[in-house]
């Protein structure tokens, strides 16, 4: 059954690649806002494939995705693109622009919905003391650590107050301090209102900091811990 007020709904997601390799056979499921949801599964299970859905990044092949209350089958490109400014996106290797100072990865998504200047740098800040890297705002990011890189990613994600954010294995390069630390982070930007979707496969990570467990299996769902 699929429940109208939730944040993003599924049914029968089906996703084959140009190759022809189905990586989602059929996904049922609903996320409501402000949960903590995990994904988990083997690799090639379809973790990454399934939030790349969620930001459109690939469009479904058959089936139903609302996301944020986009019909992500028929929504135009316009549309997808005003989705991405209401969703922070993590990536494992956090693509930060090495050419640019952290300030300046992080005013970026600012930028986009036009925020004037004079509020982009306060808002910065704010954001990078959160994450704890408040005196780092001029340092390029190659100046810094793995685990302070994907700080600075977790800032740019969340900076717009995103609904939705997406993390690709946010820990996945990180020492286990350093990944608990991560998930803090993560955990508090779930408190402070923000749907939050994680796909790892640290499952000491899952027992340490609880949310929901969605486990994948070559592309199809086989265990919900709601
Ligand atoms: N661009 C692509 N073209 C064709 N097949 C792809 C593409 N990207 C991924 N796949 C395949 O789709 C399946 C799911 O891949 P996906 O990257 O979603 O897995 P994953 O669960 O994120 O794995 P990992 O834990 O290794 O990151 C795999 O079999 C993969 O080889
Ligand atoms: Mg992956």
Request: hydrophobic share 45%.
């Amino acid at each position: 059954m699929s429940d109208a007020t939730a944040l993003l709904s599924m049914q029968q997601l089906m996703l084959r690649y140009k190759t022809g390799k189905v990586a989602l056979s059929g996904i049922t499921m609903d996320i409501s806002e402000n949960s903590f949801v995990y994904l988990t599964g083997e690799s090639g299970a379809g973790k990454s494939t399934l939030l790349q859905m969620f930001y459109g990044g690939l469009r479904p092949s058959s089936g139903k995705l609302s996301v944020q209350c986009v019909n992500m089958r028929t929504a135009q490109e316009g549309e997808i693109r005003m989705l991405r400014q209401r969703t922070g996106i993590i990536f494992q290797d956090h693509r930060l622009l090495f050419a640019r100072t952290v300030f300046e990865n992080i005013a970026l998504p600012l930028r986009v919905q036009g925020w004037h200047i004079d509020k982009i740098l306060p808002r910065v800040h704010k954001v990078l003391s959160f994450v704890g890297l408040g005196d780092r705002m001029w340092a390029y990011p190659a100046a810094l650590s793995g685990g302070e890189q994907q700080r600075v990613a977790i800032a740019r994600a969340i900076v717009t107050k995103s609904r939705v954010v997406l993390a690709d294995e946010p820990t996945g390069n990180l020492d286990v301090e350093t990944a608990q630390q991560i998930m803090d982070l993560l955990k508090a930007v779930n408190r402070s209102g923000s749907t939050v979707i994680m796909a790892t496969h640290d499952l000491h990570l899952i027992n340490e900091f609880p949310g929901r467990v969605i486990t994948l299996h070559a592309g199809a769902m086989v265990a919900d811990d709601l």
